[in-house]
């Protein structure tokens, strides 16, 4: 008969054992059960973002551990971080240099009451490694800023994605979403689109590229906007990783130009954060989505080019509402184009939300008279937000009758 399988330690727990068995516990009145505690309080769970682990919030932060914190001197917090990440690298067969603990994205920026437009993760509790410098030499950062940075990985789908984590977000839930989006049909086989003449995809929040990838992986060429220029720098590194073909336009001179100039095969500007060859499959704006609809328009009726628009992705939480016109307008030339709205909508509240937005496109649609339908075929629950809360993607599909 075959022996069952040892349980394998939790590795964290494992760290925690070692660092106790390590002090002294002249101090500590009922030393097992003291240790007991502080084993039983610690994290079991833990994310690998090569060269970083990421600790769930809340971790340390319970009595027991709060206590021995304050108890204990900096150098022997320090030994228990490093002993940490030697299991968890064991365990991950990966060296790891970073830990950090995960508190979330605040909805204020740092020291204000002003929105965290640009998602920063000021939250973020670093615990042990370098981390890169707190502030960047220059503002908006330089490329000696970004090389001086401490960048991450991970692999979802099939595809790379690439973030500083001082300086950007990283949402792990949307791995769903994602893996949604990739089984959305090739557009050269279901709308006649030709090499020379590729559909589009636009991205009016892209972040460090979270579905700006997944649009160029199924072959699509795309035109995105980013207000965050280290989100835009993850997303470019990605791009490299993946083998993608991405220019950077940004700068007041390079950004008032027309928006056609960046589209043409056979530029090589220098000193624009892109590739440099021409006809990228991703162009990057860092600027405002707000000019999405008007450089959109300008590219449409000047070259032709951004005619078979496949995807819009309105991908911003609470609500992407703001932006429903404008990926309307910039979808009218299109025979056939996929809106993809993200919202947070209460629980008991999602038929609602679809009827309100069915009614709205609905109307834009008969009052205009173009001869565009829209229909919201699918509510995608992506995960809970908050108790009650759902983040919810509607696709809303238009289509020229």
Same mark, same amino acid.
């Given at each position: 008969?075959?022996?069952?399988r040892?349980?394998?330690?939790?590795?964290?727990q494992?760290?925690?054992?070692?660092?106790?068995?390590?002090?002294?516990?002249?101090?500590?009145?009922?030393?097992?059960?003291?240790?007991?505690?502080?084993?039983?309080?610690?994290?079991?769970?833990?994310?690998?973002?090569?060269?970083?682990?990421?600790?769930?919030?809340?971790?340390?932060?319970?009595?027991?551990?709060?206590?021995?914190?304050?108890?204990?001197?900096?150098?022997?917090?320090?030994?228990?971080?490093?002993?940490?990440?030697?299991?968890?690298?064991?365990?991950?067969?990966?060296?790891? /240099?970073?830990?950090?603990?995960n508190?979330?994205? =605040? !909805?204020?920026?740092?020291? $204000?009451?002003?929105?965290?437009?640009?998602?920063s993760?000021?939250?973020?509790?670093?615990?042990?490694?370098?981390?890169?410098?707190?502030?960047?030499?220059?503002?908006? =950062?330089?490329?000696?800023?970004?090389?001086?940075?401490?960048? %991450?990985?991970?692999?979802?789908?099939?595809?790379?994605? /690439?973030?500083?984590?001082?300086?950007?977000?990283?949402?792990?839930?949307n791995?769903?979403?994602?893996?949604?989006?990739?089984?959305?049909?090739?557009?050269?086989?279901?709308?006649?689109?030709?090499?020379?003449?590729?559909?589009?995809?636009?991205?009016?929040y892209?972040?460090?590229?979270?579905? &700006?990838?997944?649009?160029?992986? !199924?072959?699509m060429?795309v035109?995105?906007?980013?207000?965050? #220029?280290?989100?835009?720098e993850?997303?470019?590194?990605?791009?490299?990783?993946?083998?993608?073909?991405?220019?950077?336009?940004?700068?007041?001179e390079?950004?008032?130009? #027309?928006?056609?100039?960046?589209?043409?095969?056979?530029?090589?500007?220098?000193?624009?954060?892109?590739?440099?060859?021409?006809?990228?499959?991703?162009?990057?704006?860092?600027?405002?989505?707000?000019?999405?609809a008007?450089? %959109?328009?300008?590219?449409?009726?000047?070259?032709?080019?951004?005619?078979?628009?496949?995807? &819009?992705?309105?991908?911003?939480? #609470?609500?992407?509402? #703001?932006?429903?016109?404008?990926?309307?307008?910039?979808?009218?030339?299109?025979?056939?184009?996929?809106?993809?709205?993200?919202?947070?909508?209460? %629980?008991?509240?999602?038929?609602?939300?679809?009827?309100?937005?069915?009614?709205?496109?609905?109307?834009?649609?008969?009052?205009?008279?173009? $001869?565009?339908?829209?229909?919201?075929?699918?509510?995608?629950?992506?995960?809970?937000?908050?108790?009650?809360?759902?983040?919810? %993607?509607?696709?809303?599909?238009?289509?020229?009758?």
């Amino acid at each position: 008969m075959p022996k069952p399988r040892q349980r394998q330690a939790n590795p964290i727990q494992a760290a925690v054992e070692r660092w106790a068995a390590t002090l002294d516990t002249a101090s500590h009145e009922g030393s097992q059960s003291w240790r007991e505690a502080l084993v039983n309080s610690a994290p079991k769970r833990f994310t690998i973002y090569e060269p970083m682990a990421l600790l769930p919030s809340g971790s340390f932060t319970s009595s027991p551990w709060v206590t021995e914190a304050a108890r204990q001197k900096p150098s022997a917090m320090a030994r228990l971080w490093s002993l940490i990440l030697d299991e968890l690298s064991k365990n991950a067969k990966a060296h790891l /240099t970073n830990l950090a603990v995960n508190e979330g994205i =605040p !909805l204020q920026s740092e020291g $204000g009451d002003a929105e965290n437009v640009l998602r920063s993760p000021s939250g973020l509790k670093m615990l042990h490694g370098d981390f890169g410098p707190a502030r960047p030499v220059q503002d908006p =950062p330089s490329a000696e800023d970004f090389d001086a940075a401490f960048w %991450v990985s991970t692999k979802q789908n099939g595809i790379y994605q /690439t973030w500083a984590p001082r300086w950007t977000m990283f949402s792990r839930g949307n791995v769903k979403e994602k893996a949604r989006l990739l089984e959305f049909p090739r557009p050269a086989r279901s709308t006649g689109v030709t090499d020379g003449n590729r559909a589009w995809a636009l991205d009016l929040y892209a972040g460090i590229g979270y579905f &700006v990838l997944c649009y160029a992986a !199924l072959g699509m060429r795309v035109m995105c906007w980013e207000l965050n #220029p280290w989100s835009v720098e993850g997303l470019r590194r990605g791009a490299r990783a993946n083998g993608r073909g991405v220019r950077v336009v940004q700068g007041p001179e390079s950004l008032e130009r #027309p928006t056609q100039d960046w589209l043409r095969p056979g530029r090589r500007d220098e000193g624009d954060g892109s590739d440099g060859e021409g006809g990228e499959e991703i162009i990057v704006f860092l600027e405002s989505n707000e000019h999405a609809a008007r450089r %959109v328009a300008a590219v449409q009726e000047a070259v032709g080019a951004a005619r078979a628009v496949w995807h &819009v992705n309105c991908g911003y939480l #609470p609500s992407s509402e #703001p932006t429903w016109r404008p990926a309307w307008e910039m979808a009218r030339w299109s025979r056939e184009t996929w809106l993809h709205l993200h919202e947070n909508v209460g %629980v008991d509240d999602v038929q609602s939300r679809r009827e309100t937005i069915q009614r709205r496109f609905a109307t834009w649609g008969e009052t205009e008279g173009r $001869g565009r339908s829209a229909a919201v075929e699918h509510v995608e629950l992506v995960k809970t937000f908050a108790p009650g809360v759902w983040h919810c %993607v509607f696709d809303v599909r238009l289509t020229k009758i």
